[in-house]
C-alpha cells in the first residue's frame, strides 16, 4: 500500500511538471492537468516494473555502473514514448496537427532535459533505497542466524555438562581413587582439558582439524578409563586437512555418538576412523551389538547438520550400512 502510494503521488507531480512544458493552449485547464496527472502515474508504474526487470537482468551487487546506466536510458526511453503517444492523442483527439506545429520544437527539448534529469535523479534515490533495504535485511539475516548458532553451540555444550555424563565421570574417578591414583590424576587432567575446550570453545563458529582432535583425543582417554582399551582412534588425514575448519565439538559428538550406540568389549572393540573422501571428512566407526535404548539430548546429528547449514550452507551425509560414516564438508 505504501508503494502504491508513492508511486501515485511522485507519478502525479512529475505529470504536473511536464504539464507545466506542454501546456500549448496557453491557459490553465483542469482536465488537462488531470490527464497529466494520470500520465505521471502511467510512467511511475511504468518505471517500477521496469526495475524490476532490470533487477533480474543485471543485479545492483554484481552490475552497480551499467545497472545505473541502464535504468536511466530504459527509464529515459520507456517514458519518452509513453508522452509522444499521449500527444499523438492528445492531438488526435483535439482535431490539431501535431507534427505541423512549428512552436513544438522548444518544449520538446525541455521534456528530454526534464525526462533525463528525473529519469537520473529516479535512479540514484532508487539505488539508494535498494541499498538500504538489501543492507538492513542482510543485518537482521546476521543476526538472526548468530542467534541460531548461539543456541546450536548452547545445546552442544549442554551435552558435555549432561549430568549423566558427569555422574559416570565421578563414579569413575571415585572408583580410580581407590584403585589406581596415578590412573586418577590422568583421569582429572583428561576431564578438566575437556571442560576447558568446551568452555572456551563455545563463542567460536569454527576451530581446526587439529584444535578438534585433541579435545577429541582426551575424550578418547575419559572413555577409554571407564571401558578399558576397547575403543580405537585411527587419524588418517593430510596436513592440509588438519588446517581446514569444523564446527565445534562436531569430531567428538561424533565419536560420543559411536560409544553411546554401540557395546565394547574385548571381542568386539569399537575402532573409529577419520579420513578424508575427495573433498569430505569421513567419521566412521563399525557396528557392534547395540546399547540398550538410553535418555538423550536429541542433538547429536541433527545439530551438526543444522550447524554446517547455517555456516556453511552445506549438507553432511549420513551413510548407515555395514559401518556408520557421516561424511562431514571441508570448511577451507
Same mark, same amino acid.
Given at each position: 500500500?505504501?508503494?502504491?502510494?508513492?508511486?501515485?503521488?511522485?507519478?502525479?507531480?512529475?505529470?504536473?511538471?511536464?504539464?507545466?512544458?506542454?501546456?500549448?493552449?496557453?491557459?490553465?485547464?483542469?482536465?488537462? *492537468? @488531470?490527464?497529466?496527472?494520470?500520465?505521471?502515474?502511467?510512467?511511475?508504474?511504468?518505471?517500477?516494473?521496469?526495475?524490476?526487470?532490470?533487477? !533480474?537482468?543485471? =543485479?545492483?551487487?554484481?552490475?552497480?555502473?551499467?545497472? +545505473?546506466?541502464?535504468?536511466?536510458?530504459?527509464?529515459?526511453?520507456?517514458?519518452?514514448?509513453?508522452?509522444?503517444?499521449?500527444?499523438?492523442?492528445?492531438?488526435?483527439?483535439?482535431?490539431?496537427?501535431?507534427?505541423?506545429?512549428?512552436?513544438?520544437?522548444?518544449? *520538446?527539448?525541455?521534456?528530454?532535459? @526534464? *525526462?533525463?534529469?528525473?529519469?537520473?535523479?529516479?535512479?540514484?534515490?532508487?539505488?539508494?533505497?535498494?541499498?538500504?533495504?538489501?543492507?538492513?535485511?542482510?543485518?537482521?539475516?546476521?543476526?538472526?542466524?548468530?542467534?541460531?548458532?548461539?543456541?546450536?553451540?548452547?545445546?552442544?555444550?549442554?551435552?558435555? +555438562?549432561? =549430568?549423566?555424563? @558427569?555422574?559416570?565421570?565421578?563414579?569413575? *574417578?571415585?572408583? @580410580?581413587?581407590?584403585?589406581?591414583?596415578?590412573?586418577?590424576?590422568?583421569?582429572?587432567?583428561?576431564?578438566?582439558?575437556?571442560?576447558?575446550?568446551?568452555?572456551?570453545?563455545?563463542?567460536?563458529?569454527?576451530?581446526? /582439524?587439529?584444535?578438534?582432535?585433541?579435545?577429541?583425543?582426551?575424550?578418547?582417554?575419559?572413555?577409554?578409563?571407564?571401558?578399558?582399551?576397547?575403543?580405537?582412534?585411527?587419524?588418517?588425514?593430510? =596436513?592440509?586437512?588438519?588446517?581446514?575448519?569444523?564446527?565445534?565439538?562436531?569430531?567428538?559428538?561424533?565419536?560420543?555418538?559411536?560409544?553411546?550406540?554401540?557395546?565394547?568389549? !574385548?571381542?568386539?572393540?569399537?575402532?573409529?576412523?577419520?579420513?578424508?573422501?575427495?573433498?569430505?571428512?569421513?567419521?566412521?566407526?563399525?557396528?557392534?551389538?547395540?546399547?540398550?535404548?538410553?535418555?538423550?539430548?536429541?542433538?547429536?546429528?541433527?545439530?551438526?547438520?543444522?550447524?554446517?547449514?547455517?555456516?556453511?550452507?552445506?549438507?553432511?551425509?549420513?551413510?548407515?550400512?555395514?559401518?556408520?560414516? /557421516?561424511?562431514? =564438508?571441508?570448511?577451507?
Amino acid at each position: 500500500m505504501r508503494r502504491h502510494l508513492s508511486l501515485m503521488l511522485g507519478g502525479s507531480l512529475l505529470g504536473i511538471l511536464i504539464y507545466g512544458f506542454v501546456n500549448f493552449s496557453g491557459f490553465q485547464s483542469s482536465w488537462e *492537468l @488531470l490527464l497529466s496527472a494520470l500520465l505521471g502515474i502511467v510512467m511511475a508504474y511504468a518505471a517500477h516494473y521496469a526495475n524490476t526487470l532490470l533487477n !533480474a537482468l543485471l =543485479p545492483w551487487k554484481k552490475h552497480t555502473g551499467l545497472r +545505473l546506466l541502464s535504468g536511466v536510458m530504459a527509464h529515459l526511453m520507456l517514458w519518452t514514448a509513453l508522452i509522444v503517444i499521449a500527444l499523438l492523442s492528445y492531438f488526435e483527439l483535439s482535431g490539431l496537427p501535431f507534427f505541423l506545429r512549428e512552436d513544438l520544437n522548444d518544449p *520538446l527539448i525541455k521534456i528530454a532535459i @526534464l *525526462l533525463f534529469c528525473a529519469a537520473l535523479i529516479y535512479n540514484i534515490i532508487y539505488f539508494a533505497t535498494y541499498s538500504y533495504q538489501h543492507y538492513a535485511k542482510g543485518q537482521v539475516l546476521e543476526l538472526q542466524q548468530e542467534r541460531r548458532q548461539t543456541q546450536l553451540q548452547l545445546k552442544a555444550l549442554k551435552s558435555q +555438562l549432561s =549430568p549423566h555424563f @558427569l555422574f559416570n565421570s565421578m563414579n569413575t *574417578l571415585s572408583s @580410580l581413587f581407590q584403585k589406581d591414583t596415578a590412573k586418577a590424576e590422568v583421569f582429572i587432567r583428561a576431564l578438566a582439558n575437556s571442560y576447558q575446550y568446551t568452555l572456551q570453545t563455545y563463542g567460536d563458529r569454527l576451530v581446526t /582439524v587439529t584444535e578438534e582432535l585433541i579435545f577429541v583425543r582426551a575424550y578418547c582417554e575419559l572413555i577409554k578409563t571407564r571401558f578399558g582399551n576397547h575403543l580405537s582412534l585411527d587419524v588418517q588425514l593430510p =596436513p592440509e586437512v588438519l588446517q581446514s575448519k569444523v564446527p565445534p565439538l562436531t569430531l567428538q559428538m561424533l565419536v560420543e555418538n559411536a560409544v553411546k550406540h554401540n557395546v565394547m568389549s !574385548a571381542a568386539s572393540p569399537l575402532k573409529v576412523q577419520l579420513a578424508i573422501e575427495g573433498k569430505k571428512l569421513c567419521v566412521t566407526n563399525n557396528k557392534t551389538s547395540k546399547r540398550p535404548k538410553m535418555d538423550s539430548l536429541k542433538i547429536g546429528l541433527k545439530n551438526i547438520a543444522a550447524r554446517y547449514e547455517l555456516l556453511a550452507h552445506k549438507s553432511i551425509a549420513i551413510l548407515d550400512a555395514q559401518e556408520f560414516t /557421516v561424511q562431514l =564438508p571441508l570448511i577451507l
